[in-house]
């Protein structure tokens, strides 16, 4: 079946660069998508990306989709201590949005 | 503001017991989800309804039951509770492209 995969820890320093990895197998995608969630609280979409496009940028949120090897990145400029949380990577291939397909989530650590 | 409400944030139940969680949108959504969140196994769906009184079984539905009754609740029941349900709920209802999340239920079962 379909599967998302992603690394599960990430440590960086503040004010540096984020990039989180995101791999998936399921070549009907449609839309894929970031979600955040802070400890103790549900999950927030951060973004998504249509299956035809190849980048989004949205303030310092910067996603790129390379279709060819199905792999998502999500890229945070300026990382800030705010910024630590579990992002998940996720997939769908049904417009109507019944089921995404999720990743384990990587827990980021943004060290002062 | 969008929304979704869970009714508890956190609850503790005996074995055996049953227990119901619920879950409100105010979106007008049709499709609402129910998943449980445990450590190193991410986000698991346990059943998800795509309009009033439908129903489809997730990846997990052993041990559950749901009920929509309303187009804006959408309730799990554990019919009878055992320790290896003890987890972390959420529910979220969707539009056409995003799930929106409710804060999560952390349910302790001993």
């Known amino acids: 079946g379909e599967d998302v995969e992603q690394s599960l820890f990430l440590s960086v320093r503040e004010g540096d660069s984020s990039v989180i990895n995101c791999t998936y197998t399921d070549s009907s995608s449609t839309y894929l998508y970031w979600y955040k969630q802070e400890p103790g609280a549900g999950l927030q979409l951060l973004t998504y990306?249509?299956?035809n496009m190849d980048m989004k940028q949205d303030q310092r949120l910067t996603v790129l989709l390379n279709k060819k090897d199905k792999h998502l990145s999500l890229r945070i400029a300026d990382t800030q201590t705010g910024d630590s949380a579990i992002y998940f990577c996720?997939?769908?291939?049904?417009?109507?949005?019944?089921?995404?397909?999720w990743g384990l989530g990587t827990s980021l650590a943004v060290n002062p | 503001d969008v929304k979704v409400t869970q009714s508890s944030r956190y609850l503790v139940k005996r074995t055996g017991e049953k227990v119901f969680l619920e879950c409100v949108q105010d979106?007008?959504?049709?499709?609402m989800f129910w998943y449980r969140q445990d450590p190193g196994l991410g986000l698991r769906l346990i059943y998800f309804s795509y309009d009033v009184k439908m129903k489809e079984k997730g990846d997990i539905p052993e041990g559950y039951s749901v009920s929509r009754e309303k187009k804006e609740r959408f309730s799990l029941i554990l019919e009878s509770a055992s320790t290896n349900q003890t987890s972390m709920y959420l529910c979220?209802?969707?539009?056409?492209?995003?799930?929106?999340f409710g804060p999560g239920t952390r349910l302790t079962v001993l």
């Open positions: 996720a997939e769908s291939n049904a417009g109507n949005n019944r089921k995404l397909i």
């Open positions: 979106m007008d959504h049709e499709n």
């Open positions: 979220a209802s969707s539009s056409v492209n995003e799930q929106f």
């Open positions: 990306i249509f299956s």
